[in-house]
């Protein structure tokens, strides 16, 4: 068989952001445009043998995946000349900040599957990719993956036990290559704003490499699938374990070397875990069945290195420092912890607030402890109805939102139990501090805690004290969708159709449980390797 396809995505994000004048930052227009265009066009050859007890079948083909975005970003310059006119024109000048990126990736690839007896199977896979944005020198990546099974259900001895349907363990390897974004290896200048008048240009604070290579993942994992009782009951685990190196990171340079980071292949990340899946038809008749599914993963993850001379990457340090740092999970939060007592009481100041650490120290990973779902569908002649149960257990986040909520005195807690009225005596001891170079610190004298504070010193130490405060466990529980839909049964159709279905559904409708009380933790999460802020 021979068969050729292509597909598109497209898609255009805009916004327009406004500072009105009078605003304490300084009055601004902002109109920004992301246009984006994906095309995949695919050929692929397949061919397929059956003998008595064998079978054989592969396929080759080649893709062409071709990758264009393009950015207008206008920002007015200077403040806005007449109030709530927002418009480009209404200011002294504009910084325009324009891009374009295309990437294009060639691929080939082919497989291979073989089967003896419904009972063993082993498929391989080879693909060859040459991308756009990697040096010619190093734009072929080649990785290939291995995958054996066995289907034990079809063993003579085990077709005789009722209870049994299907079963079957499986091992498999594989290799998988990837690119980077486009434009990573020269040098290029970016718009700055106008310097009297005139244009300004400057090159970014990090270095791009002429030299990358591409990331490769290792991977090898092996999966138990059971299936009970005519398919009423089944349960599919899975072990993986992956490794990835020589990834594309920006890595810190002195900045006396011209820039604050340079582009390199370094890194060493480990993730192992866990994946079940449980699923049952607890009910099933002509009239009604009721199916459900049960999930439960964990993911334990480990940086095992970063580059020669470099423990901690700065993935970011907006609003709070987020890390990540060798022989930790990734995403470190790192912000100034309580000072506490060799006991554990925290330490206080003088003036009644919480004292806090000299230098950042870890207060937690954004990475989860596990995830779990479930998941519903019920049929009744020709209604449905499904439900779908989502939750997250562990990790954590930093809130902003809670930070200045707590600063402006506009959360609940600033006026519970007449603290406003009355002050507060924090919880703690006061004592004596030493703090040691290296971030350690010495407690000694300490002694019972008596200094009333207002009201608005104690919300104002929430905002400028430990950033511990500011941290949360991101553990929810969600009603993440709902659907409804009629499916009517058509008798006679011209055009081939016997079923139609309609659906409704919801998304996101109920927290049923988040382990914070003030922010969901979801409305934290930000894009690419920022996460929990």
């Known amino acids: 068989d021979l068969t050729g396809r292509v597909h598109g995505d497209t898609y255009t994000h805009e916004f327009q952001d406004r500072i009105a004048v009078y605003s304490r930052s300084q009055s601004q227009y902002q109109e920004y445009t992301n246009r984006f265009n994906e095309y995949n066009y695919e050929f692929m050859a397949t061919a397929k043998k059956q003998w008595d007890q064998f079978s054989l079948s592969g396929n080759l083909g080649g893709n062409i995946r071709d990758q264009k975005r393009r950015i207008s970003d206008a920002t007015t310059q200077g403040g806005?000349?007449?109030?709530?006119?927002?418009?480009?024109?209404?200011?002294?000048?504009?910084?325009n900040n324009n891009a374009s990126y295309h990437k294009r990736v060639y691929s080939v690839f082919g497989s291979v599957s073989a089967g003896w007896n419904d009972l063993l199977y082993i498929d391989g896979t080879l693909r060859n990719d040459w991308s756009s944005t990697l040096p010619?020198?190093?734009?072929?990546?080649?990785?290939?993956?291995?995958?054996?099974?066995?289907?034990?259900?079809?063993?003579?001895?085990l077709q005789q036990l009722p209870f049994l349907t299907f079963g079957k363990v499986r091992l498999g390897w594989a290799q998988v290559g990837n690119d980077t974004d486009p434009y990573q290896l020269q040098q290029v200048f970016e718009a700055q704003p106008?310097?009297?008048?005139?244009?300004?240009?400057?090159?970014?604070?990090?270095?791009?490499?002429?030299?990358?290579?591409?990331?490769?993942?290792?991977?090898?994992?092996?999966?138990?699938?059971?299936?009970?009782?005519?398919?009423?009951?089944?349960?599919?685990v899975t072990y993986y374990d992956n490794i990835s190196r020589n990834q594309i990171l920006p890595v810190p340079v002195s900045s006396s070397f011209g820039y604050d980071a340079k582009v390199l292949n370094a890194g060493r990340v480990t993730n192992r875990g866990v994946e079940v899946t449980l699923t049952g038809t607890p009910i099933r008749n002509e009239v009604f069945e009721w199916n459900s599914t049960v999930n439960w993963s964990r993911n334990q993850n480990r940086i095992d290195k970063l580059a020669d001379g470099v423990t901690t990457l700065e993935l970011s340090n907006t609003l709070v420092t987020l890390v990540a740092r060798e022989g930790q999970p990734y995403g470190q939060l790192m912000g100034y912890d309580f000072v506490y007592t060799p006991d554990g009481q925290r330490v206080v100041q003088e003036d009644g607030t919480y004292l806090r650490t000299t230098q950042l120290v870890p207060l937690g990973s954004v990475l989860p402890d596990f995830l779990a779902g479930w998941q519903n569908q019920f049929r009744y002649h020709n209604f449905s109805l499904g439900f779908l149960i989502d939750s997250r257990v562990g990790g954590n986040f930093f809130s902003q939102t809670y930070k200045v909520g707590m600063y402006a005195g506009i959360l609940d807690r600033t006026a519970a139990n007449g603290i406003r009225e009355s002050g507060i005596i924090v919880d703690g001891v006061k004592a004596d501090v030493t703090f040691h170079p290296d971030g350690t610190y010495?407690?000694?004298n300490i002694r019972p805690n008596d200094t009333r504070i207002t009201a608005q010193e104690w919300a104002r130490n929430e905002y400028n004290g430990p950033t511990t405060f500011s941290i949360f466990d991101a553990t929810f529980v969600k009603?993440?969708?709902?659907?409804?839909?009629?499916?009517?049964?058509?008798?006679?159709?011209?055009?081939?159709?016997?079923?139609?279905?309609?659906?409704?559904?919801?998304?996101?409708?109920?927290?049923?449980?988040?382990?914070?009380?003030?922010?969901?933790?979801?409305?934290?999460?930000?894009?690419?390797?920022?996460?929990?802020?």
């Open 80 to 95: 806005l000349i007449v109030p709530q006119y927002y418009n480009l024109k209404n200011a002294p000048s504009v910084l």
């Open 136 to 157: 010619t020198s190093n734009n072929s990546f080649l990785y290939p993956s291995l995958t054996g099974s066995f289907v034990f259900s079809e063993l003579d001895a």
């Open 194 to 236: 106008a310097f009297n008048g005139n244009p300004n240009y400057a090159l970014p604070s990090t270095l791009n490499n002429e030299l990358l290579k591409p990331e490769i993942t290792s991977s090898w994992e092996a999966g138990l699938n059971l299936v009970f009782f005519n398919n009423r009951l089944g349960i599919d």
């Open 442 to 444: 010495s407690v000694s």
């Open 479 to 533: 009603l993440r969708e709902i659907t409804f839909g009629y499916t009517f049964q058509l008798k006679s159709s011209r055009i081939g159709i016997s079923k139609l279905g309609v659906n409704a559904y919801g998304r996101n409708l109920w927290n049923i449980y988040t382990k914070s009380k003030y922010i969901d933790p979801e409305f934290t999460n930000s894009g690419g390797n920022v996460q929990g802020i």
